[in-house]
Antibody, heavy 120, light 108 residues
Framework: QVQLVESGGGVVQPGGSLRLSCAASGFTFSSYGMHWVRQAPGKGLEWVAFIRYDGSNKYYADSVKGRFTISRDNSKNTLYLQMNSLRAEDTAVYYC?????????????WGQGTMVTVSS | DIQMTQSPSSLSASVGDRVTITCRASQGISNSLAWYQQKPGKAPKLLLYAASRLESGVPSRFSGSGSGTDYTLTISSLQPEDFATYYCQQYYSTPLYTFGQGTKLEIK
């Protein structure tokens, strides 16, 4: 069964850090680019970050550039998002998502999401 | 960055209605357009990709069309389970993908 399972969310104070994980199963994780997408409470979807299948290229939304780092461990079939200098506006459900094709495309598999709350 | 503008932002309709949602890109995206359905508390679900290709398992009452900058999602006959929020997404400017702001489809 193809699936993604996120973990690591929680409540953190402004300025704090958190690392999210996304465990993949049921497909060849090392062949696909992976993304993080977030959704603030009551708001729409916001693309956050992308990492190439081999980890060689990474891209970030301007809103998180310099604060968040995406990484992956293909030996563990796991995607990560290291979030530093967290702000209240980073409060959201964070989803990991897989591209439909190794060369790119829409997101055919999503995790269930993990909630991050930044609050004092 | 490519901006995606969806309309309407909300829509009320009845079971059996035909519904159309529009998505406009700020520049041409060569059919690199996906539609997602999201229900409360759930992850988005891919419905269509490449503007008009139906994802496996998605009912045929969902269809997509368009080209260049303008795209539409049509639901031919609304079913109770279709009431949800719908998002378009461009994946032309890979990997800096962007989503529309969403269209909430509610029961009239």
């Amino acid at each position: 069964q193809v699936q993604l399972v996120e973990s690591g969310g929680g409540v953190v104070q402004p300025g704090g850090s958190l690392r999210l994980s996304c465990a993949a199963s049921g497909f060849t994780f090392s062949s696909y680019g992976m993304h993080w997408v977030r959704q603030a409470p009551g708001k729409g979807l916001e693309w956050v970050a992308f990492i190439r299948y081999d980890g060689s290229n990474k891209y970030y939304a301007d809103s998180v550039k310099g604060r968040f780092t995406i990484s992956r461990d293909n030996s563990k079939n796991t995607l990560y998002l290291q979030m530093n200098s967290l702000r209240a506006e980073d409060t959201a459900v964070y989803y990991c998502a897989k591209e439909t094709e190794p060369t790119g495309g829409a997101f055919d598999i999503w995790g269930q999401g993990t909630m991050v709350t930044v609050s004092s | 960055d490519i901006q995606m503008t969806q309309s309407p932002s909300s829509l009320s309709a009845s079971v059996g209605d035909r519904v159309t949602i529009t998505c406009r890109a700020s520049q041409g995206i060569s059919n690199s357009l996906a539609w997602y359905q999201q229900k409360p508390g759930k992850a988005p679900k891919l419905l269509l990709y490449a503007a008009s290709r139906l994802e496996s398992g998605v009912p045929s009452r969902f269809s997509g069309s368009g080209s260049g900058t303008d795209y539409t999602l049509t639901i031919s006959s609304l079913q109770p389970e279709d009431f949800a929020t719908y998002y378009c997404q461009q994946y032309y400017s890979t990997p800096l993908y962007t989503f529309g702001q969403g269209t909430k489809l509610e029961i009239k």
